[in-house]
């Protein structure tokens, strides 16, 4: 991501909190972060992320485990399926937090 887009993102200071689901439109598993997580699998037994509901914070979500792969930027709000947003993976495996220490 260029230093442009991240100044395009707003500094959040506060809490973290998003819901993961297994499936587009929040079906299946569903799983609560308030922290970065590096691989889905080993941490709440989920092989997929298809959609998400950010509640709280900035968020960098990718394909990958270990922060791999394309990302995607996600705020608050629903993202009921990821591949009508342009990603062709439609699944994510990772995510992390944007935090000052980002930028």
Known sequence: MTST??????K???S????IYERENFGGQ???LMDDCDNIMDRFRMSNC?????????????????????MMY?????YRN???MGS?????????RITDSCY
């Not at 996600?74 to 629903?78: D, F, K």
């Open 12 to 14: 959040h200071r506060g």
């Open 88 to 96: 062709s993976s439609m699944r994510f495996m990772s995510m992390r």
């Open 5 to 10: 887009g991240m100044n395009m993102m707003s």
């Open 30 to 32: 569903v799983s609560e």
């Open 74 to 78: 996600v705020r608050p709000g629903e």
């Open 50 to 70: 298809m959609s998400c509901n950010v509640m709280e914070g900035h968020w960098l979500m990718y394909e990958q485990p270990q922060y791999r792969g394309r």
């Open 16 to 19: 973290y909190r998003m819901r």
């Open 82 to 84: 990821f591949m009508h």
